[in-house]
């Protein structure tokens, strides 16, 4: 099973997301754990302080690198003393603009991974004091556009990862063909009526020639991704 710890300011915006469809089975079904953590509760003084002015001057507020660090400290600590049926192996990942952008490919890898404890730290303000890096093994980003938060780009991680550990999905081979598997978007799809406003399903669909299926929606996926993607294949 793998455990997600969240580090986060605002742990209210995960309840909706983390309550509803797959990710909720997931948890009920013990097939993963999602753990959040209010960095407010390692904050400093009376209002629990979590950042301050830049040195050198500049708009906004930066995340005070002592109160991430306790509270990473805290967490991986808190890890260690989890129940275990195995080895607990611990990924901690910073999410930021400047990170890695996240693929399919990471996210397969991190499926399959060793790794049991994915510590998840969601920026806000401005930014991060500088040393937060160095606390780290990886930084990763969903996309080149900057966010309020890093909480959004959590739940894509979560999910992502999520729906490719054995028994999420209910079929093991829904994720195997679908968009980015094997660097190629996804065929079309179609479903019932047959017909309709004059509109119709193509017939190699609907007589059950399952190589002939294959085939074309093999070429499909090809075509798609060569007029949509052209990057993906090179």
Same mark, same amino acid.
């Given at each position: ?14 309840? $909706?997301p ?26 400093l $003084? ?15 507020m ?29 990924k ?6 400047? $990170? ?13 991974s ?21 606390l ?43 968009t ?55």
């Amino acid at each position: 099973m793998k455990t997600f710890h969240i580090l986060t300011l605002f742990p209210k915006m995960f309840e $909706g997301p983390f309550s509803e469809s797959m990710i909720k089975r997931a948890l009920t079904n013990g097939l993963i754990d999602i753990k959040i953590y209010n960095l407010r509760d390692w904050g400093l $003084g009376k209002h629990k302080q979590v950042d301050d002015t830049p040195y050198g001057g500049g708009a906004g507020m930066v995340m005070r690198f002592d109160v991430l660090s306790n509270a990473i400290s805290n967490i991986q600590l808190t890890i260690s003393k989890l129940p275990k049926s195995g080895v607990r192996s611990l990924k901690t990942i910073l999410l930021t603009p400047q $990170g890695e952008k996240l693929d399919q490919k990471k996210v397969r890898s991190f499926s399959s991974s060793k790794f049991t404890d994915f510590i998840l730290i969601c920026g806000h303000y401005e930014g991060f004091d500088e040393r937060i890096r160095d606390l780290v093994d990886e930084e990763l980003s969903i996309g080149d556009y900057v966010l309020t938060g890093g909480e959004i780009p959590a739940m894509v991680l979560v999910d992502s990862i999520s729906r490719l550990i054995p028994g999420v999905l209910g079929k093991e081979e829904s994720h195997l063909s679908e968009t980015f598997e094997n660097n190629l978007l996804e065929y079309p799809h179609y479903t019932r009526p047959e017909k309709f406003n004059g509109r119709k399903v193509p017939e190699i669909l609907l007589f059950g020639d399952h190589k002939k299926i294959e085939e074309w929606r093999k070429k499909e996926a090809e075509t798609r991704t060569e007029k949509k993607r052209p990057d993906l294949l090179s």
